[in-house]
């Protein structure tokens, strides 16, 4: 911990350089008190983003249990080396050593970071086609009664239909299979977000819509200062839970499609590609990758997310 | 009383009658219920838990509709035989009972929203006079801050502040301070008879605080339980500017006492039918 404490002197001294760095952001953890005594002298200032979750317990916490987990697994991997036991499922998995070394020689491969961009683009042409026909549907779903009743059952009967039960429809709706695969992505998180944009929408309080009425708001003003706003948290919570679909959509897609001419690559056929040349360790670095895009996507969102509702960074 | 003559905000409410109708069941919860409010009055409204005091506000602010008699404004039929259901209008304006407060707008924004949909002020003319009325009424620095930020009695604040902006006739109150400490609630009493005494605007305050309907009140008016209908009326003698003095007064005691053993009849009822519904 004594070299966190010379880290936090730094950071203080760069975020006191630079205090645009300053955001704030919500308190993440409560209990970070005894490292926050000492700064309680400096004048009333208030902590960097980067500088609060450095000081707080639960992230430390957070980084002693993944360099435990990484352990862990280091020493069940290479147990049977030592003593001839094998540990179930881990004894199989390449230990992260390995895994790591994998990665070093993938990462030179430019067909590593060509899985990386064909995966993220087929994931954002899909969630941002979604989030555009969805969250318009979803508030006509909320807002329009004959709307509704029109649209809502068609709706509800093909939202329970899995999106990979869609790839042979799609296949044959669209001419190539990169749009087969962007299509059947799109179905993913467009359900995800339609459902909670309709939930979002339909359970805004009465009073905020009546004391709106009462001052006099228009119909549009009601639907773009009330309605809207007030599903904002819903449309984020869709997207983030749209945005786990389509990554678990376009890489079992992709493992479909094998690497064809036309809908090849991406991570999901990475990671087949590599399970059936035989090289285990480059399929946990795959793996392992799309955890890191899937991180990076989710965090995304949240960002957009605390950018776009700076009331519900309070809570 | 003496009112100023041109004061506006009478409300007639003649022989009103609610029935819902939920599952064909007839639930009678106004019956026949007539009162008439002066303009400039503060009129105190208290009785059983859903005893029909809140359909009434809802009545009056155009929310629900009646099944029969009318309601006046100043002369004119907001509802009536032939119109069942008032149209909400910002000459009447609510503060509920949770508060409702956008949270996704700053207090100031909050309380200039009513101008600028209504378009009678500018975006920055409505701001400007949404934060100066905030600093009269006593949050000044708090206009740009989000609902979750402040406390509840903050933020019940500025939403009396965001009906005031608009120069209601009426304000109708639904137990704006329930579920408040009592130091804050005698400071919000306070801060309100600050506003009444420089808008005499009409007030109509539901509550179940007979200290509280006797400390605002220029009349008291205790409903039975449902279906509701007018028990008891009780004129408030006590000479305003009232303050925390007033609450250890004599008059007021007995006043206090008076109000409980009606209320505490009804509540009473109200209980055994309840009991009885269960049975």
Known sequence: ?315 | MTQDTNAKGAISIRNVTKIYDPDGVNVMAVDDCSLEIAAGEVCMVVGPSGCGKTTLLNAIAGFHSITSGEILLDGDVLCGPDKPKADQGADRMVVFQHGALFPWKTLAENVAYGPIVQEVMSKSEAMDKAHHMLAEAGIADMGNKYPGEVSSGMARRAEIVRALINDPKVLLLDEPYRAMDALTKSIMHESLLEVYDRTKVTIFFITHDLEEAIFLGDRVVVMTTRPAKMKKYLEVDIPRPRDFRTLSSNRFRSLVEETKDAVHEEAVKAFEAGEREMA
């Open chain 1, 1 to 315: 911990m004594l070299s966190t404490r010379k880290l936090l002197k730094l950071l203080k001294r760069a975020s006191e350089k630079w205090p645009s760095a300053e955001i704030d952001w919500e308190a993440s953890d409560m209990n970070d008190t005894t490292t926050v005594t000492a700064h309680q002298q400096v004048p009333k200032r208030k902590k960097s983003k980067f500088e609060k979750a450095i000081s707080s317990k639960s992230f430390w916490r957070g980084v002693v249990a993944l360099i435990g987990f990484v352990i862990f697994w280091e020493i069940c991997s290479r147990f049977k080396m030592w003593t001839g036991i094998e540990v179930p499922w881990i004894g199989k998995v390449p230990p992260p050593t390995e895994v790591l070394v994998a990665w070093s020689d993938v990462i030179y491969m430019p067909g590593y970071w060509e899985s990386w961009y064909l995966s993220t683009g087929r994931v954002f042409a899909g969630f941002i086609a979604a989030m555009v026909f969805g969250i318009p549907f979803g508030l006509a779903l909320a807002v329009n009664r004959y709307f509704r009743d029109i649209f809502f059952p068609p709706f509800e009967v093909l939202r329970p239909i899995p999106p990979l039960a869609w790839v042979p429809a799609s296949i044959i709706f669209w001419p190539t299979s990169e749009l087969s695969i962007a299509f059947v992505t799109f179905l993913g998180a467009f359900f995800a977000i339609v459902i909670n944009v309709v939930g979002g929408a339909q359970s805004i309080d009465i009073r905020y819509l009546r004391a709106a009425q009462s001052m006099g708001a228009t119909q549009w003003h009601m639907f773009s200062k009330i309605i809207l706003p007030g599903t904002l948290p819903s449309i984020f919570t869709g997207a983030a839970v749209g945005m786990g679909i389509t990554w678990e959509v376009v890489l079992a897609g992709e493992m479909i499609s094998g690497g064809g001419q036309q809908g090849g690559g991406g991570l999901g056929f990475f990671i087949w590609s590599s399970f059936m040349g035989g090289t285990v360790p480059q399929v946990v670095v795959g793996m392992i990758s799309i955890g890191i895009a899937g991180y990076l996507c989710s965090s995304l969102i949240r960002f957009i997310g605390a950018r776009s509702m700076p009331w519900e960074r309070l809570f």
